[in-house]
């Protein structure tokens, strides 16, 4: 298993300065991917924007939306975004897909949330025959488009995977909510036949160090405030020594994940200092 680490885009305080020397810094490694989250009604930066910056300035490092809110995006002008930020990267990009459960990203593009599941069916769908017609250029890296993963939890994210994507994304959580996923996608991918080898990704939040602990729960407790009681579930989960660090990448590892992204809670050098040591 790989370790990506996620990119400070929607924490409180990160600017130009701490994201040119965190994609500096993460491009030496040990870290295999760069990941960005996605949220329209927020203050945090474009995650296609960042990518692209990051790509400016690295050669090595894998690029991941983990993940876009795919409804939110014309089609045709995600094709075109996407398929101009692989080939500018020399095909790093890996394209994570998923709902979005926030409503007040909806409301603000204007795209009614009920639609969502049929707007992303139809997305898949529409990013495939656009890839693989090359009607919109330029070229990917690799025919039919960069690799895509879809994200969530319900049977019909399972179903959309296995029909249009290379490979499942989990949201976060503990190792053994990952294994549950993992195995519903294992059994999609069977069931539709597929030859081809099935990428399984997952995520965690960290915050390491006692003076980081509290900014890192408060985040958290506020960008899922949306969800209510959860919120504090989430918060919890968060990884805030390296003994936790470590039994939770090893868990990840056990259960079959094949990239585990880490995204800091904190915008601070230091924390990608310290998952660096951990991780080396």
């Known amino acids: 298993m790989q370790v990506g680490i996620g990119l400070p885009t929607t924490t409180p305080g990160a600017d130009r300065t701490l994201f040119l020397e965190w994609v500096q810094k993460a491009e030496q490694g040990p870290f295999s991917s760069l990941g960005v989250f996605d949220r329209l009604a927020y203050n945090s930066y474009d995650p296609l924007v960042s990518l692209s910056a990051a790509a400016a300035i690295t050669n090595r490092i894998r690029l991941a939306t983990t993940i876009l809110t795919g409804p939110l995006y014309n089609n045709a002008l995600l094709a075109k975004s996407l398929a101009s930020l692989d080939a500018l990267s020399g095909g790093r990009l890996i394209v994570g897909l998923g709902l979005g459960a926030r409503e007040s990203d909806y409301d603000l593009a204007g795209i009614p949330h009920r639609s969502r599941g049929r707007r992303f069916g139809e997305q898949l769908a529409a990013l495939r025959s656009i890839w693989e017609a090359d009607t919109i250029g330029p070229k990917t890296a690799c025919a039919g488009g960069p690799p895509l993963l879809v994200g969530g939890l319900s049977d019909q994210t399972f179903a959309r995977m296995a029909r249009y994507a290379n490979g499942y994304l989990h949201g976060g959580g503990p190792p053994q909510t990952f294994a549950k996923a993992a195995e519903k996608a294992r059994a999609a991918w069977l069931d539709a036949g597929r030859p081809d080898r099935l990428q399984l990704w997952g995520m965690g939040y960290y915050a ?19 969800t209510g009681p959860f919120a504090e579930r989430i918060a919890a989960g968060l990884l805030k020594t390296p003994q936790a660090l470590v039994q939770f990448i090893r868990g990840y590892q056990e259960a079959g994940c094949e990239e585990l992204i880490l995204f800091p809670t904190v915008s601070s050098l230091t924390q990608l200092d310290r998952l660096a040591d951990e991780v080396g």
């Open 208 to 226: 390491l160090g006692e003076e980081a602990v509290e900014s890192g729960t408060n985040y958290l407790r506020q960008y899922y405030e949306f």
